[in-house]
């Protein structure tokens, strides 16, 4: 268990934060108290981290931190999120959710988050309802709303709280937040869930996202930090962050890549020239049908 930084740490840190950032902490934690009490999305992120220790700061016992877990979810982000309650004393509570029990979710159309953003928030409203709550809120940030993600219209539907867009906070922001905060998650690379390694059309089944995450978790242990590994059925495309491709196009690094994932049944490995980016996946997507699967519920 982690030990929060002591009172010195903080007062540097507050003191290097803009003044307008600090007004939009304050902004935030106005924004949680007026909620009554809240239930966060929490999945050991950097986004969903620094919203459940803002809104503990601001409510207390009446903020409860709740993870979902499913295949989709990496063991590495359970062990930060477990590692972060228990540093911060955030109560929290683990949720089962069964996004693979859906047709539709499992069909991996680009609609997919919308399907699991919708199981997520209906377990958590149910849970809610049965603690006696008043709302839900997740970590979305004003980042996100440039990027196609179908899953914030699921949350919309259930009038999810969505506290980082209210006070107008971006994701270099909120990582700022966090060092000030003392979170181990203030640097954490981006992170997502593992179906998104899996192409649009191809089936997500438990067996490929097992094969994703002991993939990932072997290039981690080469020394690797910001990386993805995407499943093409035989193939594993591999992208590392543009500041460590050198390392991955040495021979010798590349054939113990090679080495490290060959035997969870890929046949081939490859190493993405443009590099790690997020949403690699859409780009294979136009414009147009973006923006219909945006609009339309039963897309």
């Not at 969870?264 to 590099?275: H, M, N, T, Y």
Request: aromatic share 6%; proline share 7%; net charge negative.
């Amino acid at each position: 268990m982690l030990d929060p930084p002591g009172p010195h740490f903080y007062l540097a840190i507050v003191a290097s934060i803009p003044p307008e950032l600090l007004e939009k902490e304050r902004a935030l934690e106005a924004r949680l108290r007026d909620a009554g009490s809240v239930l966060v999305a929490f999945s050991g992120g950097v986004d969903s981290s620094y919203l459940a220790y803002a809104a503990h700061r601001a409510l207390g016992e009446r903020a409860l931190a709740v993870t979902a877990v499913s295949p989709s979810y990496p063991a590495a982000h359970r062990k930060v999120a477990e590692e972060v309650v228990a540093g911060f004393g955030i109560p929290h509570r683990f949720v089962e959710t069964r996004e693979m029990q859906s047709a539709d979710y499992r069909a991996n159309r680009p609609d997919r988050c919308y399907h699991c953003k919708s199981e997520l928030f209906d377990v958590l409203g149910r849970l809610r309802e049965s603690v006696g709550f008043d709302a839900v809120a997740y970590g979305v940030n004003t980042d996100d709303t440039g990027d196609f993600r179908p899953g914030h219209r699921a949350a919309d539907e259930r009038a999810v709280l969505s506290p980082f867009l209210d006070a107008a906070l971006s994701k270099a922001e909120i990582r700022a937040l966090s060092r000030a905060a003392g979170l181990p998650t203030a640097d954490l690379p981006a992170s997502a869930c593992l179906s998104s390694r899996l192409p649009y059309g191809t089936e997500v089944t438990p067996e490929r996202l097992a094969q994703v995450e002991q993939a990932e978790e072997r290039l981690r242990e080469l020394g690797f930090l910001q990386l993805r590994v995407r499943h093409h059925g035989e193939l594993a495309r591999i992208e590392i962050a543009p500041d460590e491709l050198p390392r991955a196009l040495d021979a010798e690094m590349a054939g113990r890549m090679v080495a490290a994932l060959k035997p969870l049944g890929f046949r081939f490995v490859s190493l993405d020239l443009e590099g790690y980016r997020t949403g690699s996946l859409n780009e294979v997507l136009g414009p147009e049908p973006l923006l219909q699967i945006a609009r339309e519920p039963d897309a």
